[in-house]
């Protein structure tokens, strides 16, 4: 977990996964010397909570913080929940669950995810699906690295997060994880808070270049250069009208509109 001055969303953040934590999990923070309060709020937990390490340091950005997170990390896989998100009630047990069920187990598990106000309340759902190059390229992040888990040493394998990415090192993440063995859990496992403060919720131009940036770079084939192109242009109008896809309002309109689409039985 990377931390900065997390604010009023750490406490629901910790709560959502200190309690699912088994004997052989592992917490690990990695706060970049928060000023706000929440340091005080980590080390509070830690106090409280045998497998959780919380370490205080100035970092180079979130990417870096996760890497240093991953150097200290000692479990078979890992899974990346930012400070203002929430992991889902029975998460654990489901990808445990998940990871056992085959002979071989899996590279990735992905998991579905819920997207959250700054409230807490749910304003939609998106069911899981396996990270596919193709549909990356175009869609972008459909998936949700905090519902989530990678092999520990596949991402060391990968070298991590790519420190020179600030605002999409999970979409980067998942291209790179597309070609790999993965097991899917129909289930949400984790949310998504959105909200003013957060990085999704007031950078989305910033993510936009970024995006173009990864987009091009994760090309392999002719087709891949369309879907890019394609995938970039569908970004822009995301950011133009991002808070309006993620209000209330429009998952409403959404709702009804694919109810009447729907045949009658």
Excluded at 6 to 19: E, F, H, K, Q, T
Excluded at 86 to 103: Q, W
Excluded at 124 to 139: I, K, M, N, T, Y
Aim: hydrophobic fraction near 40%; charge should be positive; proline fraction near 5%.
């Amino acid at each position: 977990m990377p931390c900065l001055d997390a604010g009023p969303y750490l406490r629901p953040c910790l709560d959502s996964l200190v309690g699912q934590l088994g004997p052989q999990d592992e917490l690990i923070v990695q706060d970049a010397l928060s000023t706000d309060g929440s340091a005080e709020v980590l080390d509070s937990y830690a106090a409280r909570t045998p497998n959780m390490l919380v370490v205080h340091e100035k970092d180079g950005g979130q990417s870096d913080a996760l890497n240093r997170a991953l150097k200290r990390a000692r479990g078979d896989y890992v899974w990346w929940v930012n400070a203002d998100d929430l992991v889902l009630p029975g998460a654990f047990d489901l990808a445990r669950a998940e990871i056992g069920r085959g002979p071989r187990p899996p590279d990735v598990v992905v998991g579905g995810w819920r997207l959250v106000d700054g409230g807490g309340e749910v304003v939609r759902e998106s069911p899981a699906r396996a990270l596919d190059r193709g549909r990356l390229l175009v869609q972008g992040c459909y998936a949700f690295s905090g519902a989530m888990l990678v092999r520990r040493d596949l991402m060391l394998l990968l070298r991590g997060y790519s420190r020179d990415l600030h605002y999409v090192m999970d979409f980067d993440l998942m291209l790179r994880l597309a070609d790999t063995a993965q097991a899917v859990v129909h289930r949400p496992l984790g949310a998504l808070r959105y909200h003013d403060a957060s990085k999704s919720g007031g950078l989305g131009r910033r993510f936009f270049t970024e995006g173009a940036v990864v987009r091009w770079r994760g090309r392999r084939t002719e087709l891949d250069v369309v879907r890019a192109v394609a995938g970039t242009a569908w970004h822009a109008a995301g950011v133009a009208t991002a808070r309006l896809r993620f209000g209330a309002t429009y998952t409403r309109f959404r709702e009804r509109w694919t109810a009447r689409a729907e045949p009658s039985a």
